[in-house]
C-alpha cells in the first residue's frame, strides 16, 4: 500500500506484508529492521526524507535526494551510503542508459530511492511478500548487488554476441548495410562504461570499509561481485576497441571501394581522351581533310580508332605487370 512518495515497504525479520506495514515511518525509527523504497520523482519525495528521516546524517540524506549520482559506497556515520545504477529495463529508453539506486542502510533501517522503475527494487519487493527475503541489511545489499551485477552481465553478453555477429558480417563484404550497426554498437559501450567503471571501484571498496553491516559473510559475497564487475568492465573495453576496429575496416572498404571506381573512371578517361582528340580533329569543317571524297575512308576511320583503343589496353596491361614485378622486386 503507497504512504505518499514510499512505493514498498517491508520489516525484513517480521512476518511478510505485501500491502507493507502501516507504521513504517515508527518501524524505521524503532529496532526493528525496515526497509522502505521511494519514489524520487514524487512531490512529498524531498519533504518526507528530510522529515521523517531527520536522524540520518545530513550527508546521507543529501546524497538520497541528489539527482545526478555516480556510483559509490561509502561510510556514512553508523550506516553506509550506497549509489549503484541498474540497467534500464523501462519502456521506450535504452538499457545502456542505466538508472541510479541510491540507498542508505545500517542494522536497523533500509531506504532506497530511485527516479525510475528498478526491477532489482520490484523482485527484492516479490521476494520479501513471498517471504523469501535477506533477514538483515548485509544479506539485503548483497542479494541487490547480485541481481544489478547479473543483469549487467547479461547485458554485456548481449552486446558481445552482437559485436561478434558485426565483425562476421563486416570482414564478410557486408560492411555497406552495417555502418549505422556499428555506430549503434559503439554508442551503447560507451554510455555503458560511463557507470560499468566506476561501479567496479565502488564495490572493489568493499575490502577496505569497516561497519557493523559489512560482516565477513557480506564482505565475500560483495568481493565476489566486485570481481564480475572488473571482468565486465574489462569486457567492455574489450568491446569499445573492437567496434573501434570495426569502424576501421568499414572505412577501409570505403576507401578502398572509392580507389576502385577512381580507378575504373581514370581507365575509361584514359581510353577515351585520344579518341575524343582524333574524332574532335576529323570532325573540323574546313577544307583538305583527308577521306571527305572516299566511301571507305569512315570504314578506316573506325578501323583505327579500334586499333588505337587496342593500343592502349596492351599498353596498359604491360604497364600493370611491370608494377607488379616492381611491387614483388
Known amino acids: 500500500m503507497s504512504q505518499g512518495p514510499i512505493v514498498f515497504s517491508h520489516i525484513l525479520n517480521g512476518k511478510a506484508d505485501p500491502d507493507g506495514p502501516s507504521d513504517i515511518v515508527e518501524a524505521l525509527r524503532d529496532d526493528r529492521l525496515a526497509w522502505a523504497h521511494l519514489d524520487g520523482t514524487h512531490e512529498a519525495a524531498q519533504a518526507w526524507i528530510r522529515d521523517e528521516l531527520d536522524y540520518l546524517d545530513p550527508q546521507a540524506v543529501e546524497a538520497l535526494l541528489d539527482v545526478s549520482t555516480r556510483p559509490r559506497i561509502s561510510v556514512v556515520g553508523e550506516g553506509l551510503l550506497v549509489i549503484l545504477r541498474a540497467i534500464n529495463f523501462n519502456e521506450g529508453e535504452d538499457p545502456e542508459d542505466m538508472v541510479s539506486l541510491r540507498m542508505y542502510l545500517d542494522t536497523r533501517r533500509i531506504v532506497t530511492i530511485s527516479r525510475k522503475r528498478v526491477l532489482a527494487i520490484e523482485r527484492m519487493n516479490a521476494a520479501l511478500c513471498a517471504d523469501n527475503g535477506p533477514s538483515d541489511a548485509g544479506a539485503f545489499l548483497v542479494r541487490l548487488v547480485e541481481d544489478i551485477v547479473g543483469r549487467i552481465n ?101 576507401s578502398d571501394r572509392v580507389n576502385r ?52 589496353l ?10 607488379r614485378r616492381r611491387a614483388r622486386d
Request: charged content about 25%; overall charge negative; proline content about 3%.
Open 261 to 312: 571506381n577512381t580507378f575504373v573512371l581514370s581507365v575509361v578517361t584514359t581510353i577515351f581522351l585520344p579518341l575524343g582528340f582524333v574524332t574532335g580533329l576529323f570532325g573540323i569543317n574546313v577544307g583538305g581533310m583527308p577521306g571527305t571524297h572516299s566511301n571507305s575512308a569512315f570504314d578506316i576511320f573506325v578501323m583505327g580508332c579500334a586499333v588505337l583503343v587496342a593500343a592502349q
Open 154 to 254: 547479461v547485458f554485456q553478453g548481449d552486446l558481445d554476441a552482437r559485436a561478434e555477429t558485426l565483425e562476421d558480417q563486416v570482414f564478410g563484404g557486408q560492411g555497406d548495410r552495417m555502418r549505422h550497426d556499428v555506430l549503434d554498437l559503439r554508442l551503447k559501450v560507451i554510455a555503458a562504461r560511463r557507470y560499468i567503471g566506476p561501479q567496479r571501484d565502488a564495490l572493489m571498496q568493499v575490502a577496505k570499509l569497516e561497519n557493523p553491516v559489512i560482516d565477513p559473510v557480506t564482505r565475500r559475497e560483495i568481493e565476489e561481485e566486485a570481481l564480475k564487475m572488473l571482468r565486465v568492465a574489462e569486457d567492455m573495453d574489450e568491446l569499445r576497441d573492437q567496434a573501434q576496429v570495426l569502424r576501421e575496416e568499414l572505412s577501409s572498404q570505403l
Open 314 to 323: 596492351a599498353i596498359m596491361e604491360l604497364v600493370r605487370r611491370w608494377a
